[in-house]
């Protein structure tokens, strides 16, 4: 056995390809089947990303507005209704930290968390925060709880 005798195995190879650009002779000389110039018969071609063939590409042709603050920051927004339901739940007790809205899954261990003041709280809890709304400060205060900010 040596290399001019190795074949594949019968039945492997679906589609003989003919071998391109060996020769007049071959049937796929010279231009080996991509055709006379044109970026496609460029050796490295590849189409990028959006191309149209030259026309305006859809990215280009529609308007662009609106506004990215780059220095905005996001928070997690965490509603009163949903620290009275963890307390009702018996899942938290007397207060509430970040760890345990990450664990209640409020929250992602990255993530900055905001209290709003949807729903109602009626035990007195102290909740730890990044930032809360004015309107939650004051139903968590006069509920009896208080209030932290980390």
């Known amino acids: 056995m ?16 003919k071998r391109l650009g060996r020769g007049q002779g071959s049937g796929k000389g010279g231009t080996a089947a991509r055709g006379h110039k044109g970026a ?9 990303l959006g191309f149209e063939g030259g026309q305006m590409p859809l990215q280009r042709r529609v308007p662009k507005f609106g506004f990215k603050n780059i220095n905005r920051i996001e928070y ?11 307390s009702d739940n018996k899942k938290i007790k007397d207060a509430i930290d970040f760890q345990a ?9 990255n993530d900055l968390i905001k209290i709003l003041a949807t729903g109602k709280i009626s035990v007195p ?6 930032k809360f ?8 205060e006069k509920s009896g709880g208080e209030i932290v900010i980390l």
């Open 40 to 48: 496609k018969s460029r050796s490295g071609y590849s189409k990028k």
């Open 2 to 17: 040596n290399l001019s005798n190795l074949k594949p195995k019968e039945g492997s190879i679906h589609n003989p390809k």
């Open 125 to 130: 809890l102290k909740i730890s925060a990044h």
């Open 101 to 109: 809205f990450v664990d209640n899954g409020l929250a992602k261990k």
């Open 76 to 86: 997690q927004g965490v509603n009163l209704n949903k620290i009275q339901l963890l």
């Open 133 to 140: 709304s004015a309107a939650a400060k004051l139903a968590i």
